[in-house]
């Protein structure tokens, strides 16, 4: 059983920092994409930050220049460390994973349990 845990989320003021934290467990094979999603109050779930096949990188428009998405293969971790943190960004943080359990299966995609990061005015 794959599981995704976060960490690191909490209150922050407006022009701070946060680092989050992704791990990943259980039954994993390979990782073919790995990475953060957000959903504000009201809003859509919408792609922050992944890491695809390992190196190639995507952020959202919005986050580019203050987010940095990286991370530790050895322990199948995900990290996101955000910088200049703006009040619409308050929103639940959900670690993302399309991963394969072993060699014979196919790729799935998996969701942590989220995380809230509160920045406030």
């Known amino acids: 059983q794959v599981q995704l845990v976060e960490s690191g989320g909490g209150l922050v003021q407006a022009g701070g920092s946060l680092r989050l934290s992704c791990a990943a467990s259980?039954?994993?094979?390979?990782?073919?994409?790995i990475g953060w999603y957000r959903q504000a109050p009201g809003k859509q779930r919408e792609l922050v930050a992944v890491?695809?096949?390992?190196?190639?990188?995507n952020y959202a428009n919005s986050v580019k220049g203050r987010f940095t998405i990286t991370r530790d293969n050895a322990k199948n971790t995900v990290y996101l460390q955000m910088n200049s943190l703006k009040p619409e960004e308050t929103a639940v943080y959900y670690c993302?994973?399309?991963?394969?359990?072993?060699?014979?299966?196919?790729?799935?995609?998996?969701w942590g349990q989220g995380t809230q990061v509160t920045v406030s005015s």
């Open positions: 993302y994973g399309r991963l394969r359990p072993d060699s014979g299966s196919n790729y799935y995609t998996y």
């Open positions: 259980g039954s994993i094979f390979s990782i073919n994409t």
């Open positions: 890491i695809i096949s390992g190196d190639s990188t």
